[in-house]
């Protein structure tokens, strides 16, 4: 079971290198903990997102996304045929 503290309960997540090396500087700056910067992040996105879904956002915001994703797949697979013809 996860640890608890009052009304906070702890959550493991995985964050490329990278991104925790973002998160760690802008926490500096802003003379926090990591936690609680990430914990700030999140609280934003989440109510962002509700407010997202309900006005509908939130659905034409994954469609968008899912059409994004489909045709940056096309598109590699154009940059493939074009290294093939070219070999």
Do not use: C, F
Request: charge should be positive.
């Amino acid at each position: 079971m996860p640890a608890e503290k009052g009304d906070k309960q702890a959550v493991t997540i995985w964050i490329r290198k990278d991104l925790v090396a973002k998160i760690d500087r802008l926490a500096e700056k802003g003379d926090l903990t990591r936690s609680k910067l990430i914990s700030n992040l999140v609280e934003v996105g989440v109510e962002e997102l509700t407010i997202m879904n309900k006005v509908g956002l939130w659905a034409m915001a994954k469609i968008y996304e899912d059409i994004r994703q489909r045709l940056r797949g096309r598109k590699g697979k154009k940059e493939e045929g074009t290294k093939e013809e070219h070999s």
